[in-house]
């Protein structure tokens, strides 16, 4: 059974830097690609960071350049969010999501491109 497990949210300070994990369970980077997506309150879904290919390229969001990295550790078989500098506008349910290597030709912040959702991990971002 294919399985993403999202984890290290919680609350944390303005300016924090928190990092998320998400852990593959029945099948392998080699053949996924990997996106990262966060849910404000009130607000729709959005893109954030994505990995690609084993880690050869990479994309992120406007709002997040700079704050955020995402990175790859094949040999745990787990994807990562390192985020920096938070502010009070990156609160929300952080989902990590993957989809196969065939589908990179999608642009990779098309939600309905990725096959397998995690269950989220809130992050909340408050003095």
């Known amino acids: 059974q294919l399985q993403l497990v999202e984890s290290g949210g919680g609350l944390v300070q303005p300016g924090g830097s928190p990092r998320l994990s998400c852990a593959l369970s029945?099948?392998?980077?080699?053949?996924?690609?990997i996106g990262w997506f966060r849910q404000a309150p009130g607000k729709e879904r959005e893109g954030v960071s994505y990995?690609?290919?084993?880690?050869?390229?990479?994309a992120d969001a406007d709002s997040v350049k700079g704050r955020f990295t995402i990175s790859t550790d094949n040999a745990k078989n787990a994807v990562y969010l390192q985020m920096s500098s938070l502010k009070p506008e990156d609160t929300g349910v952080y989902y990590c999501?993957?989809?196969?290597?065939?589908?990179?030709?999608?642009?990779?912040?098309?939600?309905?491109?990725?096959?397998?959702w995690g269950q989220g991990t809130q992050v909340t971002v408050s003095s």
């Open positions: 999501a993957a989809r196969r290597r065939y589908l990179m030709n999608y642009i990779w912040s098309v939600q309905t491109s990725y096959e397998y």
């Open positions: 029945g099948f392998t980077l080699e053949y996924y690609d």
């Open positions: 990995i690609a290919n084993s880690g050869t390229k990479t």
